[in-house]
């Protein structure tokens, strides 16, 4: 018995160092993703007077979701990383700290959901037509391991995170209303952008009639809106036993 239960108590030590871990190479990843993006990365200006423009200043790097959704990926992780020493990481715990319950929701809401938009469709829209989403032009500027980082790697640990930490989800209509200011809030920003810029933030807007970027946009919400159910999903079955003695915590 005593065996068994030293063995248990091993499993859940290294268990814990191995998720730190994970949040440590996340954290120190993306931070250092946004600050070489922000400082070193220059967009290239058109050399012919045709040229297309694919870039205005107006806006600066943060009129890119994939910038943003970075800045909320190095965020979580940090939260997630303090959380490792000063709050805790106990299942369903009694009484969460506060910054347990942000970690939590802005997990839940923002940082899982967003990640997955911003992968699934950059790669997407990549082997369609790079041209609409990533134009060669950028790749001596991009280089291609921040390519990764800001677009593939964001799913990797967003997934791995769903396997290695459990999180109390929000209720539904809290979850998707949080999620649904945030998009709803940038498509806001990236029209205010093309009216003083007169340049979309993405390619692929610029092929779009009026008709055609309405659905587009329509599509990009639902398909926000999904994940976020999807993150839902996998926590309940992932983490079966907890949400449903959570449940009973919370009647």
């Given amino acids: 018995m005593a065996s068994a239960a030293s063995t ?9 160092a191995l998720r730190t871990l994970l949040h440590l190479t996340a954290a120190v ?3 250092y993703g946004i600050y070489y993006d922000y400082k070193y990365v220059e967009f290239p200006t058109p050399t012919e007077p045709d040229s297309k423009l694919i870039h205005h200043p107006f806006g600066g790097k943060f009129k890119y979701l994939t910038f943003l959704d970075a800045i909320i990926q190095a965020v979580y992780y940090i939260v997630s990383l303090a959380n490792d020493f000063v709050g805790t990481n106990e299942l369903v715990p009694r009484r969460p700290p506060a910054i ?13 959901p967003v990640a997955l ?9 990549y082997a369609i037509d790079r041209e609409l989403v990533f134009p060669k032009v950028l790749d001596p500027v991009f280089p291609g391991w921040l390519n990764h980082v800001l677009h593939t790697n964001i799913v990797v640990f967003i997934v791995l995170e769903i396997f290695t930490s459990y999180r109390a989800y929000p209720t539904r209509t809290k979850g998707l ?5 945030f998009m709803g809030s940038y498509l806001v920003w990236i029209h205010i952008i093309k009216h003083y810029s007169n340049v979309w933030v993405y390619p692929v807007l ?6 055609q970027r309405i659905v587009f946009f329509v ?3 639902g398909f926000t809106f999904a994940l976020y159910l999807l993150g839902e999903f996998l926590n309940n079955v992932v ?4 949400v449903k003695l959570s449940q009973r915590k919370a009647k």
Avoid: C, Y
Wanted: aromatic share 18%; hydrophobic share 55%.
């Fill in 100 to 112: 347990r319950k942000f970690k939590d929701w802005l997990m839940s809401t923002l940082a899982f």
């Fill in 8 to 16: 248990h108590s091993l499993f859940k030590s290294v268990f814990g």
């Fill in 219 to 221: 599509a990009v919400l």
């Fill in 239 to 242: 983490w079966a036993k907890e």
């Fill in 117 to 125: 938009n911003v992968g699934i469709t950059f790669w997407t829209l």
């Fill in 206 to 211: 610029e092929v779009l009639q009026l008709p």
């Fill in 29 to 31: 990843q993306f931070t």
């Fill in 177 to 181: 209303t949080g999620l649904a200011i």
